[in-house]
């Protein structure tokens, strides 16, 4: 069993290298990691049934538009945050009683619920999986939460073969991951065992009821985007603020003709990605520049602890432009509202144009050029064709 507990364990460290993604990639290490995750990632874009688990089911570069988003923004902070701590202080809890021999740790969340470590796990890669929400990281909270079930009653048998009566008894007063009185009123049905169907149908539920809430996330996400369209343009706002200037300029700013020879010259229909000039995250749609490649800013630390434990602040605007001193990117009056905008082409299935079809998880985006525009004046800045990566080079990266 020792060997079978090192397998499951193993399985949860994998889900959280993978789920930290979102910190190793704005690090240094970032180019070792992908060495060997980038090919994992590249092999399931290259199958049809495969490529959605690269996907992302929630807003992550852009702000989130609408209150429900938000809140899920939010709670994605809040659950790393205390899944983190309720882990922490279980941990101390047992390795204190094991050290000063003190027998099982039946005080605290013990004295409530039988196993607030596996609970304040769940509840971290919960967190984690809203922070980066890639269908993968979802996928394998999904799949290490049986492990944790799993792993419970195995916890559970041996836990009642050494102390007998007196653990069954803990057990009828205690719940396995919630109070008792909660999972009384909440859970009508018994829990599925360790083993057969019962095990097999609940863990199918499970996976059935994260996964399409998390298909569903998407689509809700896609149908609320702040886009403007015309043709076969389509632009994104990553500040939903944007969205007036898009319906007031961006027809314009499509008649410029630096802007429209280059698009002339391609197949549509295109996607523009408009965002202040400084925009952090900018690398994610295309290679503008290295000072855009984050693992280059050196900032891993600040960026992802202000990430986490500032969500307010992000939804105010600070993700969108957290630059070298987290204050570049905002408008100067001197110089105008000078917005970038970055083109892409879509490949989408037949050459649709809708939001289901641009966003889609089959679509293939192409960067084309860049342009900084003053937008209340019309002037271009600047204006540069692009490579057909990112800046993370292939690495599948966020639409949204």
Same mark, same amino acid.
């Given at each position: ?8 364990s ?16 704005? =690090?240094?290490?970032a180019?070792?990691?992908?060495a060997?995750f ?6 399931l874009?290259?199958?049809s ?24 923004r939010? =709670?994605?902070?809040i ?9 922490? $202080? ?8 094991k050290?000063?021999? !003190?027998?099982?740790a ?9 196993h ?12 984690l999986s809203?922070?980066w ?16 079930y799993?792993l419970a009653? #195995? ?7 050494? &102390? ?11 719940? $396995?991951?919630?109070p /008792? ?12 065992r ?10 199918v539920?499970?996976g ?7 298909f ?7 149908s609320?985007?702040?886009i ?10 990553i ?7 898009? #319906?007031?300029?961006m027809?314009d ?8 020879s280059r ?6 229909p ?6 202040? !000039? ?5 690398g994610?749609i ?6 855009? /490649?984050?693992? /280059? ?10 990430w986490? &434990?500032?969500?307010?602040?992000h ?7 957290m630059?070298?001193?987290?204050g570049q990117?905002m ?9 970038r905008?970055i083109f892409?082409r879509?490949?989408t299935?037949?050459?649709k144009?809708?939001p =289901?079809? $641009?966003?889609?998880i ?6 084309l050029?860049m342009?900084?525009?003053?937008i209340h004046?019309?002037?271009?800045? #600047? ?7 990112t800046?993370?080079? =292939? ?6």
């Amino acid at each position: 069993m020792n060997k079978t507990k090192a397998v499951f364990s193993g399985a949860i460290v994998l889900y959280f290298i993978i789920g930290f993604e979102i910190l190793i990639m704005i =690090s240094p290490f970032a180019a070792f990691f992908y060495a060997a995750f980038n090919p994992v990632l590249l092999s399931l874009v290259q199958h049809s049934a495969t490529r959605w688990l690269t996907a992302f089911f929630l807003p992550h570069m852009v702000l989130p538009p609408g209150m429900f988003l938000k809140a899920v923004r939010v =709670s994605g902070s809040i659950l790393f945050v205390a899944g983190s701590a309720i882990f922490i $202080m279980c941990a101390v809890q047992v390795y204190y009683n094991k050290f000063f021999k !003190k027998g099982v740790a039946l005080k605290g969340l013990y004295s409530y619920i039988r196993h607030p470590q596996y609970l304040g796990l769940g509840m971290t890669g919960l967190g984690l999986s809203i922070l980066w929400p890639r269908f993968l990281v979802i996928t394998l909270w999904t799949i290490m939460l049986a492990l944790y079930y799993i792993l419970a009653r #195995d916890e559970e048998r041996r836990m009642t073969g050494q &102390f007998g009566t007196e653990y069954r008894v803990y057990m009828d007063k205690t719940g $396995m991951f919630f109070p /008792k009185t909660i999972e009384r009123l909440f859970i009508s049905l018994p829990l599925p065992r360790l083993s057969g169907t019962g095990a097999i149908l609940g863990i199918v539920l499970l996976g059935t009821i994260t996964l399409g809430g998390a298909f569903a996330l998407r689509a809700y996400t896609v149908s609320h985007l702040p886009i403007w369209t015309k043709g076969q343009v389509t632009a994104l706002a990553i500040l939903p603020d944007d969205l007036e200037k898009l #319906d007031h300029r961006m027809a314009d700013v499509l008649e410029m003709q630096e802007i429209k020879s280059r698009l002339q010259s391609n197949q549509g229909p295109f996607l523009v990605y408009f965002m202040p !000039k400084d925009y952090v995250m900018q690398g994610m749609i295309a290679d503008t520049g290295g000072e855009w /490649k984050l693992y /280059k800013q050196h900032h891993t630390i600040a960026m992802i602890t202000d990430w986490i &434990f500032h969500p307010f602040r992000h939804l105010e605007g600070g993700c969108s432009i957290m630059g070298h001193d987290m204050g570049q990117g905002m408008d100067v009056p001197e110089e105008g509202v000078v917005r970038r905008m970055i083109f892409l082409r879509i490949e989408t299935e037949g050459g649709k144009t809708g939001p =289901s079809e $641009m966003f889609g998880i089959n679509s293939r985006r192409v960067p084309l050029f860049m342009t900084d525009v003053d937008i209340h004046n019309l002037i271009m800045k #600047d204006v540069k064709d692009l490579p057909v990566e990112t800046g993370w080079g =292939s690495v599948p990266t966020p639409t949204f």
